[in-house]
């Protein structure tokens, strides 16, 4: 099957949803199909396992780029199925109008995109987004073969956001493929370009510094408990893409842990599973996660998880017990660190053990690969 994936952007720094389809096009290429990505970037070098064709640049936020349904027009009919990732930006707006004049078939993913949380937060934002709705995303959504989410939490979730809600829903294993060998090397390579990590007991945060993510209440969480061990570090990682960063980093001189905490940037690579390796729990207090791409990647490598109660997969991690859910406040995410505390050795280990048991009957990428297609090819349950 020849199968073309539409996304606004495949730069890596933009997260779970462009990493996570990057190992699920490579799945589907090794499985004889042939993938293509049609994108709003312009022209960079990539590494991706499918051909990229990038139709940028692309104007103000929304990617506004014409190319890109002139493009289709010539070209759609040379595949077999089309893969949308991603709303509220032009890309999923033009493939929707040429698709469904040709009477081609689409997927949408939303990737938490329509969580009310959204709603809540940003009220004029999303009154705008009303605006848009009825002649926009709308109708994306209710032309859809299938529309797909990667938990039964946002499924749900989702139909709260706009009362004109119509699209045929199913739910799709999600995660990573399983992480490189050699663990304790990689978690040395990484001490070792960090020296003052060595001898602490790590606490990852790895994902965007953004205020959706909750790192505000990390740092306060980690300021409460830093008296119970002075070997605790935290690893704040990731890029600074709203520039929240110095505001982070004064809140922490503030609380008195700036040497506490560690502001790598982005990690990639070996850089990134030696971290997820050296660190002895992952945390993500965020107030909205659809999926969590990094937290599957933290069990892979049988890191237990911190997480809050707006991550949409917190009930197979409250289920499977590979780490504590609190909610997405200070003292929710103090309420994890600190049961992750009284862990004795044993407890701890086997909730280590548990952790690579979790992902990969639950969150390896090979699942989700082999659920795409069953949904491509109209098996829904």
């Not at 929304?62 to 070209?75: A, D, P, S, V």
């Not at 995303?137 to 706009?162: C, G, M, N, Q, W």
């Not at 370009?193 to 994902?207: C, D, E, I, N």
């Amino acid at each position: 099957m020849k199968l073309l994936r539409i996304i606004s952007s495949v730069k890596p720094e933009n997260g779970g949803p462009i990493n996570a389809a990057r190992e699920i096009d490579k799945i589907l290429v090794e499985s004889g199909h042939t993938v293509e990505v049609l994108t709003l970037d312009a022209h960079f070098d990539i590494d991706y396992p499918a051909k990229v064709h990038f139709m940028g640049p692309s104007l103000f936020g929304y990617g506004l780029n014409f190319k890109i349904g002139n493009w289709l027009e010539l070209n759609a009919r040379h595949y077999d199925f089309f893969i949308i990732n991603g709303l509220w930006q032009y890309h999923g707006f033009a493939a929707r109008r040429v698709l469904h004049k040709l009477g081609l078939p689409y997927i949408v993913y939303t990737h938490g995109m329509l969580d009310p949380w959204f709603k809540h937060e940003y009220p004029i934002k999303h009154l705008k987004k009303w605006l848009y709705w009825p002649w926009g995303e709308y109708r994306v959504l209710r032309d859809a073969h299938t529309v797909v989410f990667t938990s039964e939490e946002e499924k749900i979730r989702a139909r709260e956001s706009f009362w004109m809600y119509r699209a045929n829903e199913a739910v799709t294993a999600y995660g990573t493929s399983s992480p490189p060998g050699k663990g304790a090397a990689l978690a040395q390579g990484f001490l070792e370009s960090h020296p003052a990590l060595t001898g602490k007991r790590v606490v990852l945060f790895l994902s965007r510094i953004h205020e959706k993510k909750g790192c505000d209440h990390l740092l306060e969480a980690l300021a409460q408990v830093a008296g119970q061990d002075e070997r605790l570090h935290l690893v704040m990682a990731g890029p600074d893409q709203g520039g929240w960063m110095q505001t982070l980093q004064a809140q922490a001189r503030q609380l008195g842990i700036e040497h506490r905490v560690t502001w790598p940037g982005m990690l990639q690579g070996a850089a990134k599973w030696g971290a997820f390796y050296a660190a002895e729990v992952f945390c993500l207090p965020s107030h909205q996660e659809n999926f969590g791409v990094v937290v599957a990647e933290a069990l892979a490598c049988g890191t237990p998880v911190l997480i809050s109660n707006k991550v949409n997969i917190w009930r197979e991690i409250e289920a499977d017990a590979v780490g504590f859910v609190g909610d997405d406040t200070a003292a929710g995410t103090l309420h994890t660190l600190q049961r992750w505390l009284l862990l004795g050795p044993q407890s701890y280990a086997d909730m280590c053990e548990r952790a690579k048991v979790c992902f990969t009957q639950r969150f390896h990428i090979q699942r989700g690969a082999q659920r795409l297609m069953e949904i491509v090819r109209g098996r829904q349950a």
